[in-house]
């Protein structure tokens, strides 16, 4: 069995972390989207029928991922164990946690990446391996035959729903241990971050909104987002950063003050921290990604960890 540990210097370089969309499936809303009606959000849902060379180190996302695999071969590996992918399973990984990928011989791979407010409870076991029931292999085999049609372009509208049918089966599985209630107060606070991330945010501020004692807030916000706050400040920056330089012609500076960051220095810094790239490559590759017409991709195996 692979183990694995990392440093604190080894954390801070993880990649694979803001884009959800791997130029291979089915793209729908962003991370950085607002999911004011639903808990539930779907970024992407794709299928490769020869899916070789599927070898990612150290991947870790803001979104959760659904695996499905018509053929075993393919391993997620965490740090204390293997999971084997096949027929017989649903792999489901919650967002911010690291994995490894491993699989050379190519295997006909489903995944699905999403997001939702809920979180897990900390005894929940990670990864979530779940034995298909019939329905939903019945919405797999539906989903993989919509993606696998010869009739292009693929029908967004059934791709959307087939996914969120399976998602919403999947997700109220019993083996699945969620927060029995939101905290509203919480919430409150997710929310004030997402409106105002390019101010100055203080944990203090933040504890003082949720009505709570610094200590207390650190402890209830880190069960409730799997992160600390401070962290999760961040994440948000980054993301909002990320999707800036993906999407506009803003400098550096202009991206940094509204993104909540003090200069484009420490911008900087903590993007490549957190993306394992600088702001300036991650935009060139971004860029360069978009040059290829979805008919001439260079290779149908390309890009994220798909």
Same mark, same amino acid.
């Given at each position: ?35 004011? !009606? ?6 992407? !849902? ?37 999971? %084997? ?91 699945? %241990? ?51 706050? %401070?962290?999760?400040? !961040?994440?948000? &920056? ?59 991709? &260079? ?6 960890? %798909?």
């Amino acid at each position: 069995m692979r183990r694995f540990k990392l440093s604190p210097k080894e954390w801070a370089g993880l990649g694979a972390y803001s884009n959800p969309f791997s130029n291979q499936g089915v793209e729908f809303e962003p991370v950085c989207g607002q999911h004011a !009606t639903t808990d539930l959000a779907l970024h992407e !849902t794709g299928f490769i029928a020869r899916r070789p060379h599927w070898n990612y180190q150290k991947v870790f996302s803001p979104f959760w991922r659904l695996y499905y695999d018509l053929e075993p071969g393919h391993q997620v590996i965490f740090p204390r164990e293997e999971i %084997a992918l096949g027929p017989d399973r649903i792999v489901l990984i919650p967002d911010h946690r690291l994995f490894h990928s491993l699989g050379t011989e190519p295997k006909p791979k489903l995944w699905i990446h999403f997001s939702r407010e809920i979180q897990i409870l900390p005894i929940q076991t990670i990864p979530i391996v779940l034995a298909p029931s019939a329905t939903e292999r019945s919405l797999l085999q539906d989903l993989i035959r919509v993606l696998r049609s010869s009739k292009k372009p693929i029908d967004r509208d059934r791709t959307f729903h087939l996914s969120l049918a399976l998602l919403h089966l999947v997700l109220s599985r019993p083996e699945i %241990a969620w927060q029995s209630e939101v905290p509203l107060n919480l919430m409150d606070v997710v929310q004030y971050v997402e409106n105002n991330y390019a101010s100055p945010l203080y944990t203090s501020e933040l504890a003082r909104r949720a009505h709570l004692s610094e200590s207390v807030f650190r402890r209830r916000f880190h069960q409730f987002r799997n992160a600390a706050p %401070a962290q999760f400040v !961040t994440q948000v &920056r980054i993301r909002e950063a990320a999707h800036l330089l993906t999407t506009t012609e803003l400098e550096m500076d202009d991206i940094a003050e509204r993104t909540g960051f003090p200069n484009p220095a420490y911008l900087t810094r903590v993007f490549k921290r957190v993306t394992g790239k600088t702001p300036g490559r991650f935009r060139r590759d971004s860029r360069s990604s978009l040059r290829y017409d979805a008919a001439k991709l &260079r290779s149908p195996y390309h890009g994220f960890a %798909a």
